[in-house]
């Protein structure tokens, strides 16, 4: 039920959905420039530590699917606020680890938080004007590279000048600010019709999703052929599939199975699929490049605090072109503005491999593409929210930013396969080869490019302007 308080503006309750999006953004990438010294700090193996990431991973692939749909199902705002209680409890625990198995632990609940994003995307919809929805959907969208652009160089000078404890504690300031703020501008939301939980499927879900991420995130230290992988992937495979099956038997399934095999839903996530894997590769490949040793052709070997400064404009840039895609896509519709993104994704990814022959055009380079994403990043809620009724929204775009996490994860380990694989010896250690940046960026662009044909070939999905006439 609605409170009778006064209601808060469209901007106040924007400014407060795009900060919390961007803010669980920058912690899940946060403790990525840590990791090379974690060992050391923690005295912990490099296999340990490996850890702090693959939690996060981890958690955000379980939490999505089931804070979607408990969102659907309880009200957004107070699974919201939950989701950012965890964010800042896994924070303070991070923040006061003695080792590092409690530092995964504190990882694993900030991983929970990504949540937020596709509740805060549901929620624009629920709160705001219909004219209003694109612009905010698209902008909570751009938040997810925004976040993760400035994590890197904020990480590299607060480890620099306090400690890697700091960086922890100024995620749950962050977070303690998005709980009060959340919950002083936005209302209550209607919770949805009084049903059972589908457990079963959570459960089976949560099994396989861990199951096959896990051995991906893992792939450098365990390989793809050895058993444990191997068994890990059966068990996902067998799961998955056996969750595809009860989905279709309970009466309030997790996922309505129905509704996400239609094609233009299923195709739609197959693109986030794509231009995730794209995504991640555009930051993950050019932070390698930037850090070679100067000894070889391709190197500049720059600091992970100044590696972060080059590729901060670059985030900054889909925060400019989110309202670009909000623009196309309320004059042409948002199938419009995802194909088009993605094909600026592509043709931006096969300039790449002839930019690197400073610090300023790798530079450019990710934000060529970054503008891209901002584009159809912002895009693809909006047109997932074109297809699905208003209590399917919260579910529906959390399987949406599940499959371009998904993207991301298997771009991980194909690319540290990759660049692992055509190395030069530099110093007594391997170092990757220039063909295989320009691989990684050849094989993006054609997976870009598929996006755009795919996005293209979708329905035609109606635009502001059609609705008013």
Not at 79 to 88: F, K, Q, S
Not at 148 to 154: D, F, H, N, S, V
Request: proline share 6%.
């Amino acid at each position: 039920m609605e409170t009778s308080r006064p209601q808060p503006t469209a901007r106040a309750v924007v400014l407060v959905l795009a900060y919390c999006g961007g803010l669980v953004s920058l912690t899940q990438s946060v403790a990525l420039p840590l990791l090379h010294d974690l060992p050391d700090l923690l005295h912990a193996s490099v296999g340990d530590v490996s850890w702090v990431s693959t939690a996060a991973l981890l958690g955000g692939a379980v939490a999505n699917p089931v804070l979607g749909k408990l969102g659907d199902m309880y009200g957004k705002r107070s699974v919201m606020l939950g989701a950012l209680a965890a964010l800042l409890v896994g924070s303070v625990i991070a923040a006061v680890s003695p080792s590092v198995w409690p530092l995964v632990i504190g990882r694993a609940l900030q991983g929970v938080s990504i949540a937020v994003l596709p509740i805060s995307m549901a929620l624009a919809k629920d709160l705001l004007a219909p004219q209003k929805v694109i612009g905010a959907v698209a902008m909570i969208s751009a938040m997810l590279g925004i976040g993760g652009g400035i994590a890197l160089p904020m990480a590299g000078v607060m480890l620099d000048l306090w400690g890697w404890q700091s960086v922890f504690w100024a995620s749950a300031v962050m977070a303690l600010a998005g709980i009060v703020l959340a919950a002083i501008v936005l209302p209550r939301t209607e919770r949805g019709a009084r049903e059972p939980f589908d457990v079963t499927g959570a459960v089976l879900l949560s099994v396989a999703l861990v199951s096959l991420l896990l051995p991906l995130s893992k792939s450098s230290k365990w390989g793809f052929a050895q058993p444990l992988p191997l068994a890990l992937y059966a068990v996902g495979f067998i799961g998955l599939f056996a969750w595809f099956r009860w989905e279709q038997h309970p009466a309030v399934p997790l996922v309505n199975i129905d509704l996400m095999r239609q094609r233009p839903l299923l195709v739609t996530n197959i693109v986030g699929v794509l231009l995730g894997f794209g995504m991640f590769n555009n930051n993950y490949v050019s932070i390698f490049l930037l850090q070679a040793p100067k000894a070889v052709s391709h190197g500049f070997d720059t600091s992970v605090m100044m590696a972060g400064l080059v590729l901060l404009p670059a985030a900054l840039a889909m925060m400019f072109m989110s309202p670009v895609s909000a623009r196309i896509s309320t004059r042409y519709g948002g199938r419009t503005a995802l194909w088009i993104g993605a094909l600026a994704i592509g043709t931006s990814f096969i300039a790449r491999p002839f930019m690197v022959g400073s610090i300023w055009q790798i530079g450019l380079g990710v934000a060529m593409v970054n503008c891209g994403v901002g584009i159809a990043y912002g895009a693809m809620p909006a047109v997932v929210m074109s297809y699905v009724p208003a209590n399917e929204a919260g579910s529906a775009n959390a399987l949406g930013t599940l499959t371009r996490s998904t993207g991301a994860s298997i771009s991980s380990a194909a690319f540290a396969a990759l660049l692992s694989s055509l190395t030069t010896l530099h110093d007594g250690e391997q170092v990757a080869r220039l063909i295989a940046f320009q691989i990684a960026f050849g094989m993006s662009a054609v997976l870009a490019l598929a996006a755009a044909a795919l996005a293209f070939s979708l329905p035609l999905t109606p635009s502001i302007l059609d609705q008013r006439r």
